[in-house]
């Protein structure tokens, strides 16, 4: 990938519904060469979709929990069933197996404290194998950013 498509993704992060001509222009090349890099993107899975930006408390989403699971033991078999299950909780918008002290971090959203605990009693808690649930409520936003940074 060479920094004329790096500037499309730039682009791209920052508008996804840009025009091809005007992503064109935006980077300095002419629509047809600009159009062919676009599809080679997509082609080799760079760019894997295009989605909108939602306002998750217009939504009725207000709370977003980050939600620390450790498990135990640490088998195959304990770890497939916890990343299938949790595959399946449509309040669960991210999994991102770690090091450290816990094993996996959940980014949660849902309505209030009542559908949390909904979720914690009803949806987490009975996976086997969880050793423990450590969360953190988010209470503001400092940044956020789909743009990557220049590598």
């Not at 009725?60 to 498990?71: E, F, K």
């Not at 808690?125 to 953190?136: G, L, N, V, Y």
């Amino acid at each position: 990938m060479d920094d004329k498509d790096q500037q499309i993704l730039r682009v791209l992060q920052t508008d996804g519904r840009i025009s091809n001509q005007d992503l064109a222009e935006r980077v300095n090349l002419s629509p047809s060469p600009c159009l062919r890099r676009l599809r080679n993107l997509e082609d080799r899975g760079v760019i894997r979709g295009y989605s909108a930006d939602v306002d998750a408390k217009a939504c009725g989403l207000p709370l977003t929990a980050y939600i620390r699971i450790s498990l135990s033991p640490h088998s195959e078999e304990t770890v497939r069933g916890f990343e299938t299950r949790v595959q399946s909780l449509d309040e669960v918008m991210e999994c991102h197996l770690l090091t450290g002290r816990s094993d996996y971090m959940l980014r949660v959203m849902v309505s209030g404290l009542d559908a949390y605990e909904h979720f914690i009693r009803h949806s987490l808690q009975p996976i086997p194998h969880i050793a423990s649930i450590d969360s953190s409520f988010v209470y503001g936003t400092v940044k956020k950013t789909n743009v990557f940074p220049r590598g």
